[in-house]
């Protein structure tokens, strides 16, 4: 009966739905105010509604309803009840209510943080997301739904997959489809202002905290899937250039560019076209994601549900949605010419290689990820294409980027006068080739090519973004959260590049063969298996191994990797034992059965690991701080 | 067949990466260079048969027999470029991750290039443009805030 | 005016390649053989459940079909039937390529099932099979009396493929008495 209701409310949903997109868009057409009021009353009713949907769907995981076909295929009884509960998301059906409630609150969010809008374009905004919402909800209904019962019902359902039964994991798509969604709403702000034909700066006044906030989601959600793999994958990896995560990371990608044009087209009213075409381009990217993951057209070890049929939907929508906006870019664009000017060394120039150097990044790897279905449809035959492509040409384009990012802190707007910083900037790089010289030569041993690059941007880039605070805090100027999050956002950017250069460069590991009793080495570390047992978890049994970590001679701790065995789905898994430490993680995993007591053991130091999703989880956190401003929500003067 | 590949696709990345510390490995070849080509090269391997993943990560039979492939032709003395021919000829392009330089998918390894060098190209011109602009420009205020 | 319409085009050309992808959706899977007009490696096996070796030379002349199977894959169960049909035909010959498994278990599987192959061969460890580019069974080669692969099957063999794929390439003279 619930389960009826969910679905019955989820019909309803759709249908608030065009209302909302109907009487947001037609109603500012012909000149009726009153119409908008409807507009924002379908967004309260498509919210509830959609509540209603997804409650239902959670209710029935936690009651345990098999009786519902995707309940059973995705849960049992034995399942904990975090994750009956994340099981909701777990696979297509589910994950796509999820993302249709997200949409409807985020809509929600927009109409009542709407009252310095004018009234039209706030209208306008509600209707295209209603749009999206549409297609959305239809998706779901037509296809997808989760609500189909199962005649006849069976006693128990198939477990949740074991990969999912994880914390982070259970946190991941929440936070990437909030990512996804926010940036439907930069979306929404561009079609609104190119159907008005007018974008000004207040415009991106209000579009920066949104989009910002989108892209500090996004960011949290693609390092929850970046650490949940290296920790539960077994073999320490953390990055695969797999063609989901490269579907979430090229969204990320724009909308970084995104927030930076945004911020040129706000003080100085440039870039208009720009940011059009990046708040276009960022939300056709995730729609693509999605329609990569769920038809079936790549192989990747992650798709959702191998469906042409689903695909072609996707398709539709794209080109619909898609095709719609950049046909209002080619009409509305070059209306948007703005005259002003900036110098060569200036502010605007940085945020332009930024915005290129970025889209060039992103467009690579489209390339790499597209390749083996762009190769096939055209006839060339199977292409494979694996980090050896991947890993150079991102970085090709973004080692540039982070130089130059870390001298564009200094600039100034319009006139640059980076001559003025050219002290500040000098020290800076000179600090960060000593550190670099020191982890190269001192704390570490060898280095690839690419590691005294990669210590030297990542130095320079957390000392370039202090210079500015620190200068106004001496001067006592005010600091703004927009100044400080700025600050903290693309300090930890620096955080990120050494870590990832320490992790890439100095990452010791070796598979060792081990009996009870028998030791490895690795480095200075040696690993000890003392033990093996059996355990039992709620739904899984595991042979659980004690290793005993040494670093010279001294204890470091005693790991527990486990092999578990879920009794249901019937499949086997690693937990790995990590010992975290400031400066390193110390990683075991168990392998397989050699035979005659022996077991294969993969053990691992990966140093500065964790400071990679530490940086990651910092910079969203300074996107959020530098969204806080006081001054997106002063009203416009008239 | 298609079964097997359907299986190891869709869904059953469980299947795939929850049996990965099986791919664990702990045969040593003789010498640590080779052990080192080794390593390397069964990373730039595709497993045919489970294909996003290398054969020094998969954990079906064939990326084991692979692997033994991979290691017989090290102890016998080819090189990198040798080995890598010899499993193309007998697998196809597909089986290398890093995309054979050709002319079939030289698009591919370019495509980067041009369109860095085309933004290059942009950059310049609005940059001389906007610069020209920023001389006779008085209305924009100097230096806002960030 | 022209370059804001680029976005669109580039769109546009994306829009062709996804919808081609999707029609293509089920023949992803496929990899073509590297094999296909090149000649088919010899191979010296033991025979299943035999001490003596078989050398592929002796099919030489003669247009033959390597079948690549297995006890411990479903689909091989699937297509046996239609392997026994084949052999009945007399069509062509048909090898066994017993892929990684136990002579003992290929043995009793084929008396239980009935036997389509002239010849049966085991490749224990799959040194052999790593010649002929195989990743996963059943696969089925098709060899013309020069030697030359001119045709490989991946996945359970269907009437609809024999007839198709492999009969279709046959001279009429081929094969057995018929």
């Known amino acids: 009966m619930i389960a009826e209701l969910g679905h019955y409310a989820l019909v309803l949903a759709l249908l608030a739905a065009v209302t909302q997109a109907a009487f947001g868009l037609i109603g500012p057409a012909v000149g009726k105010p009153a119409?908008?009021?409807?507009?924002?009353?379908?967004?309260?009713?498509?919210?509830?509604?959609?509540t209603i949907s997804l409650g239902a769907l959670v209710w029935a995981f936690v009651q345990n309803d098999f009786s519902v076909e995707y309940v059973a295929s995705n849960s049992n009884s034995a399942l904990p009840l975090l994750y009956r509960i994340s099981a909701v998301?777990?696979?297509?059906?589910?994950?796509?209510?999820?993302?249709?409630?997200?949409?409807?609150?985020?809509?929600?969010?927009?109409?009542?943080?709407?009252?310095?809008?004018?009234?039209?374009?706030?209208?306008?905004?509600?209707?295209?997301?209603?749009?999206?919402?549409?297609?959305?909800?239809l998706f779901t209904l037509a296809t997808s739904n989760p609500f189909a019962r199962l005649e006849p019902a069976v006693p128990d359902g198939r477990d949740l997959n074991p990969l999912l039964q994880d914390p982070a994991l259970a946190a991941h798509p929440p936070m990437l489809y909030a990512g996804y969604v926010g940036l439907s709403v930069a979306f929404a702000f561009a079609c609104a202002a190119m159907i008005e034909g007018r974008l000004d700066q207040t415009w991106a006044r209000w579009t920066r905290p949104w989009t910002t906030v989108a892209w500090a989601f996004l960011t949290v959600g693609i390092a929850l899937g970046s650490w949940w793999a290296y920790y539960e994958l077994g073999w320490g990896g953390y990055w695969f250039w797999d063609p989901v995560e490269n579907a979430s990371f090229m969204p990320w990608l724009v909308g970084t560019a995104l927030i930076h044009s945004l911020a040129v087209t706000e003080k100085r009213g440039l870039f208009k076209s720009w940011t059009l075409l990046l708040a276009i381009l960022a939300f056709s990217l995730s729609l693509l994601g999605t329609f990569l993951v769920r038809s079936g057209v790549l192989v990747s070890v992650h798709s959702f549900a191998a469906d042409p049929a689903r695909g072609m939907f996707i398709l539709i929508f794209l080109v619909m949605i898609i095709g719609g906006a950049l046909t209002l870019y080619a009409w509305r664009a070059p209306l948007l010419r703005s005259e002003a000017g900036f110098e060569f060394t200036s502010r605007e120039s940085f945020l332009l290689f930024n915005n290129i150097l970025l889209v060039v990044a992103a467009a690579a790897i489209f390339a790499g990820t597209?390749?083996?279905?762009?190769?096939?449809?055209?006839?060339l035959g199977t292409l494979s294409v694996g980090r050896q492509y991947f890993d150079p040409v991102f970085l090709l384009p973004i080692l540039p980027l982070l130089a130059l990012a870390a001298v564009g802190l200094h600039s100034g707007w319009k006139r640059g006068r980076v001559t003025e910083r050219r002290a500040a900037i000098l020290w800076t790089l000179l600090a960060s080739v000593l550190v670099t010289l020191l982890l190269v030569l001192g704390v570490w041993e060898g280095a690839k090519i690419l590691t005294p690059v990669g210590f030297a941007l990542g130095v320079w880039l957390i000392l370039s973004p202090l210079i500015d605070p620190i200068d106004r805090w001496r001067r006592k100027l005010t600091l703004t959260p927009a100044l400080l999050g700025m600050a903290l956002a693309h300090a930890s950017l620096g955080v990120f590049v050494v870590s990832i250069t320490a992790v890439e460069s100095y990452t010791r590991e070796r598979d060792l063969a081990l009996?009870?009793?028998?030791a490895g080495q690795v480095?200075?570390?040696?690993?000890?298996?003392?033990?093996?047992?059996?355990?039992?978890?709620?739904?899984?049994?595991?042979?659980?191994?004690?290793?005993?970590?040494?670093?010279?001679?001294?204890?470091?701790?005693?790991?527990?990797?486990?092999?578990?065995?879920?009794?249901?789905?019937?499949?086997?898994?690693?937990?790995?034992?990590?010992?975290?430490?400031?400066?390193?993680?110390?990683?075991?995993?168990?392998?397989?059965?050699?035979?005659?007591?022996?077991?294969?053991?993969?053990?691992?130091?990966?140093?500065?690991?964790?400071?990679?999703?530490?940086?990651?989880?910092?910079?969203?956190?300074?996107?959020?701080?530098?969204?806080?401003?006081?001054?997106?929500?002063?009203?416009?003067?008239? | 067949m298609t079964r097997w590949l359907r299986v190891c696709r869709v869904?059953?990345?469980?299947?795939?990466?929850?049996?990965?510390?099986?791919?664990?490995?702990?045969?040593?070849?003789?010498?640590?260079?080779?052990?080192?080509?080794?390593?390397?090269?069964?990373?730039?391997?595709?497993?045919?048969?489970?294909?996003?993943?290398?054969?020094?990560?998969?954990?079906?039979?064939?990326?084991?027999?692979?692997?033994?492939?991979?290691?017989?032709?090290?102890?016998?003395?080819?090189?990198?470029?040798?080995?890598?021919?010899?499993?193309?000829?007998?697998?196809?392009?597909?089986?290398?991750?890093r995309p054979v330089f050709n002319w079939r998918n030289a698009?591919?390894?370019?495509?980067?290039?041009?369109?860095?060098?085309?933004?290059?190209?942009?950059?310049?011109?609005?940059?001389?443009?906007?610069?020209?602009?920023?001389?006779?420009?008085?209305?924009?205020?100097?230096?806002?805030?960030? | 005016m022209n370059r804001y319409l680029l976005p669109g085009g580039v769109f546009l050309l994306l829009v062709i390649v996804l919808f081609i992808g999707i029609q293509r959706a089920p023949q992803k899977t496929v990899i073509p053989s590297a094999l296909l007009g090149k000649p088919a490696p010899q191979f010296t096996l033991p025979v299943l459940g035999g001490n003596e070796s078989f050398n592929s030379s002796s099919l030489a002349g003669r247009w033959h079909a390597i079948n690549v199977w297995g006890t411990w894959c479903p689909e091989c169960r699937v297509e046996h039937d239609m392997l026994l049909r084949i052999a009945d035909s007399g069509a062509l010959p048909l090898i066994g390529f017993n892929w990684k498994d136990e002579d003992s278990a290929a043995l009793g599987w084929l008396q239980q099932l009935g036997n389509p192959y002239s010849v049966g061969v085991a490749d224990r460890d799959g040194r052999e099979a790593?010649?002929?580019?195989?990743?996963?069974?059943?696969?089925?080669?098709?060899?013309?009396?020069?030697?030359?692969v001119v045709h490989k099957h991946v996945g359970a063999m269907t009437p609809e493929v024999w007839e198709r794929e492999f009969l279709a390439r046959l001279p009429s003279t081929a094969g057995a008495s018929q």
């Open chain 1, 35 to 50: 119409w908008s009021a409807v507009a924002r009353s379908a967004t309260s009713a498509q919210f509830m509604l959609a």
């Open chain 2, 11 to 97: 869904g059953l990345l469980a299947l795939l990466l929850s049996s990965s510390a099986l791919a664990i490995d702990p045969i040593e070849l003789s010498d640590p260079a080779l052990q080192e080509r080794y390593r390397d090269l069964t990373h730039e391997l595709r497993c045919m048969q489970c294909q996003n993943q290398s054969i020094a990560d998969s954990p079906v039979g064939l990326a084991g027999d692979l692997r033994r492939e991979v290691r017989e032709l090290l102890e016998s003395g080819k090189t990198d470029a040798e080995i890598r021919e010899h499993l193309r000829a007998r697998y196809g392009d597909f089986i290398l991750f």
């Open chain 3, 130 to 148: 790593i010649d002929w580019g195989v990743y996963g069974a059943p696969e089925t080669f098709l060899i013309d009396d020069r030697g030359i």
């Open chain 1, 89 to 137: 998301w777990g696979a297509h059906e589910g994950s796509l209510l999820l993302w249709a409630w997200i949409l409807a609150g985020w809509t929600l969010a927009v109409s009542w943080r709407s009252d310095g809008l004018p009234e039209g374009f706030a209208a306008r905004v509600l209707g295209i997301l209603g749009l999206v919402s549409i297609g959305f909800l």
């Open chain 1, 370 to 379: 597209m390749a083996p279905l762009i190769s096939d449809a055209l006839g």
């Open chain 2, 107 to 146: 698009w591919l390894w370019a495509a980067p290039v041009i369109l860095l060098l085309l933004g290059l190209v942009v950059a310049v011109r609005v940059l001389r443009q906007r610069a020209r602009l920023a001389a006779t420009d008085t209305t924009s205020p100097d230096d806002p805030a960030p």
């Open chain 1, 515 to 518: 009996a009870v009793g028998e």
């Open chain 1, 523 to 638: 480095g200075e570390f040696e690993y000890r298996l003392t033990g093996l047992s059996g355990v039992e978890g709620p739904n899984y049994d595991a042979l659980r191994g004690e290793v005993v970590v040494t670093e010279n001679g001294k204890p470091v701790g005693v790991l527990y990797p486990e092999k578990r065995n879920y009794w249901v789905q019937r499949q086997v898994m690693t937990e790995a034992g990590i010992d975290m430490q400031l400066t390193r993680d110390v990683f075991v995993a168990l392998g397989e059965d050699l035979g005659a007591g022996r077991w294969s053991v993969r053990a691992q130091v990966r140093p500065l690991i964790n400071y990679v999703w530490f940086a990651a989880v910092l910079m969203a956190l300074g996107g959020i701080w530098a969204a806080c401003d006081r001054r997106y929500r002063r009203e416009p003067h008239a």
